[in-house]
């Protein structure tokens, strides 16, 4: 333990420990400027130096038109354009599948597998038998419209 203690009071003293650097004028050898400087101020300037350019690049990136180019950060306009063409990617989906149904049937009359008069309308293909739908109230919603009158 006193090992360990004894590093670490060796390290800082290495990383307190000050050294003079001396900027001199090499044509009179004067000195012009000398700083007193430590490992601890060194990597400390350092860091934040690193930390101050992040800092700048960063908001330099976010507060400029090089933000369209990360992920995530589209503009409206863009993001507008997108759904637009979403929407119109499922209608013309729609399209194709009524085109192909109607083709089907044409085929299916041409080689003679399918009678004419057994084709339906282009607009009953659209329609995914609707007609099978009840719409008169079954007895468990009468039930529950009863109920629900009566707690009111």
């Given at each position: 333990m006193a090992?360990?203690?004894?590093?670490?009071?060796?390290f800082l003293e290495k990383i307190k420990y000050k050294y003079r650097?001396?900027?001199i004028n090499e044509d009179t050898l004067e000195e012009v400027r000398y700083f007193r400087l430590s490992r601890l101020s060194?990597?400390?300037?350092?860091s934040s130096f690193a930390v101050l350019c992040f800092i700048i690049i960063s908001l330099i990136i976010l507060y400029s038109p090089l933000r369209g180019y990360l992920p995530g950060?589209?503009?409206t306009k863009t993001r507008t354009e997108m759904i637009h063409n979403a929407?119109?990617?499922?209608?013309?989906?729609?399209?194709?599948?009524i085109q192909a149904k109607y083709l089907d049937a044409v085929r299916g009359v041409i080689t003679g597998d399918i009678k004419v008069d057994n084709i339906m309308p282009i607009d009953s293909?659209?329609?995914?038998?609707?007609?099978?739908?009840?719409l008169e109230k079954s007895e468990k919603e009468?039930?529950?419209i009863k109920n629900y009158d009566a707690k009111k």
């Open positions: 090992e360990k203690n004894s590093k670490f009071k060796d650097l001396s900027i060194i990597f400390l300037l350092a950060y589209t503009d929407l119109r990617l499922d209608s013309l989906a729609t399209q194709v599948e293909i659209v329609k995914l038998n609707t007609e099978n739908i009840s009468d039930e529950f």
